[in-house]
């Protein structure tokens, strides 16, 4: 039945309402009212009755006539004339969906930011001429790019021509075909010829379609006294799925890597057991909420939105932000779409890029409209960021645009300055501390081609941008790149979904490389973009590891069991004595944050909530801040409980203090075979570590670690006051720890805290400032001159020529955790540091020279080391090697799903097993969800699209049952468990 009237025409909409419910993720016809069909455009937002309720949701296409023989319902009304989802948006979004078996729905809740109407209304006006001058520019891009000079002629192409047979068809849902439809089981296949070129270009959204990508289910009444109810009259639309190139991240909800500020702080993982990821401490400024942000078209007519974007600035989603920093547009102009921003004078030549092979070329095929597709390892001391806005500035010579991605808020600020000091105005930040109404300006901004280069976080893999040529990605082994809801994609993966769709140019760059970005890069997917040995030897520091020849540990035969051993010493004080910084990098924050029993080195757990204990920070604010003039290292209490006892405090007594010692991380020995001499009180006359009285240059006693007693009595005000530990979990205070396995109540420090090293340094530099960076005080540069910065991994600040000295302790911390991404981890933190340090400076990493990991730092090597995790994880069938599900909730509703899935005949089925530790349970509408485990279903990587849909399938059918038992399904989790 064809439906006309005053809509002449296409009277029929075909919209896609934002539903929960994955049977839902269909499309719906509604009818056009006339008054509504001028603004009803494909990619503006409207709201339309479903089921009795106003929803959501975005105008796909303009139909003639509907496949429907019912009545219609009319669209309720439209929110706003802006056509926010242009048709590569909902390219994009379809082929996430089917990746990581989630909705589209939710998917655009992260793609596109609520509207902040009086934003939208300000740049209006302004729209007409910003698409005439974007036009404009992309011509005058075209005949610059006809006449780009080719490669040198003794330099080899690193990519060829694209053959126009071998190019791959547009994205849609007969087959969504990415880079997976070129790698094979094996990790080496033979590549097709790169399909960059003007194929598939995003276009502005001046056709009555936005695709067309599923059949529609029209809205169905039955009586306009009813409440309009909905008949799901097909199947749930399956379309192929379109994996990404061979080298998935996980997506997860773990805590690691994620921040400490957006969403709440990582679970603290078991004494003993793992370390968490400190990228909080120094990621936390662009913080990534884990909250779902409602309401991803909510028309917000006040202007006090939210972020659509899952990024939430420190402290609140922006309503806590400085209403200047909300209103201005900073350093990127006023990119309000009202007047295209000029572009300055681009160089077009960028020297520093000749330093790596193939760099000219490379750079070349960007000048000339191509895309080509690389992994570069950037060499120790680069000014990456300068690097990143060069081949931004390349592509935008060239009349198109680019999206950069960087991990936090202090990435991205230096990012944005050397891209606005190339291209001016033209580039814009999408970060969360900008508040909602100036990010959707600057968001605007893009859509509407008068922003050429958005630099942001995860989020902005998304932007709409006019003629993307270039995406790229610095860090990607960062877990902030995570998406912590559904359905969990990795900003990685979208990136190369995205590129390998528009035909975009993809960079994945990084000091480290992932066993993920290895694995593209041996399919032929992308290519290598590295520098010479020779030139990595000019310009890499000093790397080494305390005992890592016979001639070292004859010199000092302790030095692989002691923390800071003696040579460490003597280089951070050869350094400060020629008035030069020293960095001290540190895996974990706080003052001693796992502790274990002195006597059988079983991790202390709290009694009430299993969780690990910890000593609590006891030194003052001032003491902290300046450990030289402060307090004495902690004297030792053994717990009691008199009567007369505080709660939670530990009496003191001077004897058996004098017996026990609080202080397990620093070692005297050590400190001695370094020149110092342990009496670093002097001139108060006082023993830092018994209170007693000394004689300058009079060395103690060496010292023996007999493990923490049960109280730690610090200085205040004169009076000790003994502190007891507590639980990081539920923050109860145990006043009488016992062992449950040998009964002791002594304790000992399994880890030390960035606090108590800064405290213990400042002792043994006396008269040197001691900084500290990590947690919520995070350094982003520190001035010239002698001084020791004390940082958590992430939070390592810049300094002007760079440090002389690096010391990495702890890692044994790093390389131990119980995590299938442990040795990758440590060596990407491990040279993000080293890359601090200047040309001939020197870096020492304490822990076994004999790891592979550590030999790889030594030789900086990043891909060797990328190649050997690929190799070990592809022989025990571990991701990027396989495709994996995990799929958490219930023993009932785990059964549920896997009844209603038609699995793969391949498919193995690993578990139940617990859940990691730190990761964060599925949602659960009863107050106390029950006890959640989790499955694991890994299929090879040609069965994965397979795997996908079966599982989006089941999830489809099982939302018609109503259940309400926790659920989550997750496509290559970060944290496998």
């Known amino acids: 039945m064809t439906h006309t009237g005053p809509a002449a025409g296409r009277p029929i909409a075909r919209v896609l309402p934002l539903l929960e419910p994955a049977h839902l993720d269909r499309d719906f016809d509604y009818l056009v009212p006339p008054e509504l069909d001028e603004i009803a455009q494909p990619g503006v937002r409207v709201r339309v009755r479903f089921s009795g309720r106003l929803i959501d949701g975005y105008i796909l296409e303009r139909l003639e006539k509907s496949d429907h023989t019912g009545r219609l319902v009319r669209l309720d009304r439209v929110v706003s004339s802006e056509r926010v989802l242009t048709p590569e948006i909902l390219r994009l979004v379809t082929a996430v969906a089917a990746r990581y078996a989630g909705t589209r729905a939710d998917v655009l809740r992260l793609a596109i930011p609520p509207r902040h109407a009086k934003i939208e209304a300000e740049g209006e006006n302004g729209s007409k001429k910003a698409t005439k001058a974007a036009k404009a520019r992309k011509t005058a891009g075209k005949r610059a790019s006809d006449m780009a000079p080719a490669a040198a002629s003794n330099e080899p192409v690193m990519l060829d021509e694209p053959d126009p047979e071998d190019v791959s068809p547009t994205l849609d849902a007969s087959h969504p075909r990415t880079a997976d439809d070129f790698v094979s089981d094996g990790p080496v296949v033979d590549a097709p010829h790169h399909s960059y070129g003007p194929r598939a270009r995003s276009e502005r959204v001046d056709a009555p379609s936005i695709g067309g990508l599923s059949a529609a289910a029209p809205a169905q009444v039955t009586d306009s006294g009813d409440d309009s109810s909905v008949e799901a009259e097909s ?84 309503e806590g932000v400085d209403p200047a920093l909300s209103a201005e547009v900073g350093s990127s102009g006023d990119p309000d779409g009202a007047e295209a921003v000029p572009l300055q004078a681009i160089p077009s030549e960028f020297p520093d890029w000749h330093r790596y092979e193939h760099g000219r070329s490379f750079l070349s095929a960007l000048a000339a409209g191509q895309g080509p597709r690389a992994a570069w390892q950037a060499l120790p001391g680069e000014n990456w960021p300068r690097r990143l806005a060069e081949l931004a500035a390349v592509v935008v010579s060239s009349g198109r645009s680019a999206v950069l991605m960087v991990p936090d808020q202090r990435d991205l600020d230096r990012v944005l300055a050397e891209c606005t000091e190339l291209v001016g105005d033209s580039a814009v930040a999408l ?4 508040g909602p109404s100036a990010r959707y300006r600057r968001w605007l ?41 559904s359905p969990y994609p990795h900003a990685r993966e979208v990136a190369m979904l995205r590129a390998h769709e528009t035909g975009a140019a993809f960079v994945a760059g990084g000091f480290a490389r992932t066993a993920e970005v290895q694995a593209i ?50 280089a951070a004080r050869k350094a400060l004595a020629a008035g030069e910084p020293v960095l001290v990098q540190v895996p974990r924050r706080g003052y001693i944050p796992a502790l274990a029993c002195a006597k059988c080195r079983t991790p202390a757990r709290c009694r009430h909530c299993n969780g690990p204990l910890a000593l609590p920070d006891t030194t003052s604010d001032a003491s902290r801040a300046n450990p030289t003039a402060g307090s004495t290292p902690g004297r030792v209490a053994r717990a009691g409980t008199t009567p007369g006892n505080a709660p939670g405090r530990a009496p003191h007594n001077g004897a058996e203090a004098e017996g026990a010692r609080g202080r397990a991380a620093y070692d ?75 009964g002791s109540r002594a304790l000992r420090a399994v880890v030390i805290g960035a606090v108590r090293t800064a405290e213990e340094l400042g002792r043994a530099f006396p008269g040197v400032p001691v900084r500290g960076s990590g947690g919520t005080a995070v350094l982003d540069s520190v001035p010239e001159g002698p001084q020791v910065v004390v940082s958590t991994i992430g939070a390592e600040p810049v300094v002007p020529g760079g440090y002389a000295v690096a010391l990495l302790l702890d890692g044994w911390a790093l390389l131990g955790r119980a995590d299938l991404r442990a040795a990758e981890d440590a060596l990407r933190r491990w040279m993000s540091a080293a890359a601090l340090v ?140």
């Open 235 to 318: 199947a749930v639309g399956e379309s192929a799925v379109g994996e990404s190139a061979v080298g998935e991240s996980a997506v997860g909800e773990s805590a690691v890597g994620e921040s400490a500020v957006g969403e709440s702080a990582e679970d603290e993982p078991a004494v003993g057991e793992s370390v968490e990821d400190e990228s909080a401490d120094g990621e936390s400024a662009v913080g990534e909420s884990a909250e779902d942000a409602e309401g991803g078209s909510v028309d917000d007519e006040s202007g006090e939105g939210e972020s659509g974007d899952g990024e939430s600035s420190e402290g609140g989603s922006g």
């Open 431 to 434: 970060a969360a501390g900008l």
């Open 445 to 485: 901004a893009a859509l509407r081609g008068t922003a050429r280069i958005v630099v942001g976080t995860r989020a902005s893999v998304f932007t709409p941008m006019q003629d993307l040529g270039l995406i790229a990605i610095w860090d990607d082994g960062d877990g902030t790149y995570a998406e912590p809801r």
């Open 521 to 570: 890069v041996e399919s032929g997917w992308a290519h290598d973009l590295l520098a010479d040995r020779g030139v990595l030897r000019q310009v890499m520091p000093h790397i080494s590891a305390p005992g890592d020849s016979d001639a070292a540990l004859e010199r000092d035969p302790i030095a692989r069991a002691i923390r800071i051993p003696g040579v460490a010493f003597l």
């Open 668 to 742: 005297g020995a050590e400190a001695r075979q370094a020149g110092y001499d342990g009496s670093t009180r002097q001139s108060a006359g006082v023993d830092g570590a018994r209170g007693r009285p000394t004689v300058a240059g009079a060395a103690r006693p060496p010292f023996v670690d007999r493990g923490v007693a049960m109280g730690v009595s610090v200085p205040r005000g004169g009076a000790e006051m003994a502190h007891s530990p507590a639980c990081r979990w539920c923050g109860i205070t145990e006043a009488a720890f016992r062992c449950g396995a040998c």
């Open 838 to 977: 200047r040309t001939g400076g020197q870096v020492l990493v304490m822990a076994d020279p004999a790891i592979s990991t550590v030999q790889a730092l030594l030789r900086w090597d990043p891909v060797g080391h990328a190649q050997f995790e690929l190799d070990e994880r592809t022989q025990v069938r571990f991701p990027p090697s396989v495709r994996l599900a995990a799929v958490d909730g219930t023993t009932d509703s785990i059964a549920e799903l896997l009844t209603e899935a038609k699995l793969p005949d391949t498919v193995e089925v690993l578990g139940p097993v617990p859940l990691p530790p730190g990761a964060r349970k599925p949602f659960s509408s009863g107050d106390n969800p029950p006890e959640v485990e989790r499955m694991i279903l890994r299929v090879d990587r040609a069965a994965g699209a397979a795997l996908a849909r079966a599982l989006s399938a089941a999830l489809a059918v099982r939302s018609t049952h109503k259940s309400d038992a926790p659920l989550r399904v997750q496509i290559d989790p970060v944290d496998i468990g």
